[in-house]
C-alpha cells in the first residue's frame, strides 16, 4: 500500500504502546527462564533436548537461547537389536597364514605331512613387504579385528592360532582345527607374494579331490559359495579390486595342492588380500585403516554366507 502521512502520529503512538506490551512480555520471560519451577521443567528440556539430537523437528526443537556449551543429554545404551546379533549359534573358524615364530624353525616347519594328494611342507615363512611388514604379521592383524568383529554379531569364533605358540601350526593340523570344531565356514587369511605390478586380492577355493585322507565332495559347493560372498563383500568395504593377474577378474581361484582346503571338511576358503610384493598394495597392507575395512569386508562376506 502507498505511505500515508496522515496517520504518522497515530501510528507513532500505537507503536510506543506496542513497544511497552513486548518489554514487558520479555521481562516476564527473563524471570521464567531464570527460576525453573521444578525439575520436571528441567526434565522436559532435557527430552526436547534428545529429540533434536535424533533428527526430530516441529514443536519439540531445542529451546531458544540455550547455550552452546550446555551439555547434551545422556541416554541409556539401547538393547542389542536382534540384527546385532544375527550369527548367534555358528561358529567361524579363522585361521591366520603362518607364524612369525616360523623363521626361526626352519626344521619343524619343512617336515612333510600328508595333504590326500601328496607329501607337503608343514608350512612355510610366509611373504612379506619389502620394508619387511611379513604376512604373519599381517594376518594375525586382520584376524583379530576379524574375531571381534564377528564375535559382535554374536558368532562363536575360533584361531588355529594367536601368536601363542613358537611355530606353526602344520597345515593337515590347522584343518582338523576347523573339522573338530564343526564350523559353518573357516577363512584362512593370507597376502600373496606375487610379482611387482601384480595387484588385488583373490579368494582360493577347494577343488573336487578324493585321495587318501582326503575327500572335498561336500564342501566344494558351500565354499564357493562363501567364496563368492567375500570377493562381493571384500572389494566393497577396502575399494581394491579382484586381482589382475589371476582369475580372470572374478577373484576366484580353484586349487588342489593346499593341505588346508584338501583335509577340510567343512566349508574353507583361503583369501589372498592382496599381493605384499607390489608397493602399492603395500601402502594398504601396512595402514591400519585398509586393514580394519578388510577385516570388515571379511566379516560381511562371511555374515552374508551364514544368513543364506
Not at 57 to 67: C, D, L
Not at 106 to 115: F, G, Q
Not at 230 to 242: D, L, Y
Not at 271 to 279: H, I, K, L, S, T
Amino acid at each position: 500500500m502507498p505511505y500515508d502521512h496522515r496517520n504518522t502520529a497515530r501510528r507513532a503512538l500505537a507503536l510506543a504502546l506496542a513497544a511497552a506490551g513486548c518489554c514487558a512480555a520479555l521481562a516476564g520471560c527473563a524471570a521464567s527462564q531464570a527460576s525453573p519451577p521444578s525439575g520436571k521443567a528441567q526434565g522436559t528440556q532435557g527430552a526436547q533436548g534428545t529429540r533434536a539430537t535424533q533428527g526430530e523437528s516441529g514443536a519439540q526443537s531445542r529451546p531458544p537461547f540455550a547455550p552452546s556449551s550446555a551439555p547434551r543429554p545422556t541416554r541409556s545404551p539401547l538393547p542389542a537389536s536382534p540384527a546385532s546379533r544375527s550369527l548367534a549359534g555358528r561358529t567361524v573358524v579363522i585361521d591366520p597364514g603362518h607364524n612369525s615364530g616360523n623363521f626361526r624353525h626352519s626344521a619343524e616347519i619343512n617336515k612333510k605331512v600328508d595333504i590326500g594328494t601328496v607329501r607337503k611342507e608343514c608350512d612355510t615363512t610366509g611373504t612379506s613387504t619389502d620394508g619387511g611388514y611379513t604376512e604373519a604379521s599381517f594376518t594375525l592383524d586382520v584376524s583379530h579385528r576379524l574375531r571381534d568383529l564377528l564375535t559382535a554379531r554374536g558368532a562363536k569364533v575360533i584361531l588355529t592360532h594367536d601368536g601363542d605358540r613358537p611355530w606353526g601350526p602344520c597345515i593337515d593340523e590347522r584343518a582338523r582345527i576347523g573339522n573338530a570344531a564343526h564350523a559353518d565356514a573357516v577363512v584362512s587369511v593370507h597376502g600373496d607374494g606375487s610379482a611387482s605390478g601384480n595387484r588385488g586380492f583373490h579368494v582360493i577355493l577347494p577343488a573336487k579331490v578324493r585321495a587318501g585322507s582326503a575327500d572335498t565332495a561336500k564342501i566344494v559347493a558351500p565354499s564357493r559359495t562363501l567364496g563368492e560372498r567375500i570377493v562381493e563383500r571384500f572389494a566393497r568395504a577396502t575399494g581394491t579390486s579382484p586381482a589382475n593377474y589371476i582369475g580372470s577378474g572374478t577373484g576366484l581361484d580353484v586349487r588342489d595342492d593346499l593341505g588346508g582346503l584338501n583335509l577340510s571338511t567343512v566349508p574353507k576358503v583361503f583369501v589372498e588380500c592382496g599381493n605384499m610384493r607390489d608397493p602399492k598394495d603395500a601402502k594398504l597392507f601396512t595402514s591400519a585403516t585398509w586393514r580394519q575395512k578388510t577385516a570388515q569386508g571379511l566379516a560381511d562376506g562371511i555374515a552374508t554366507y551364514l544368513q543364506g
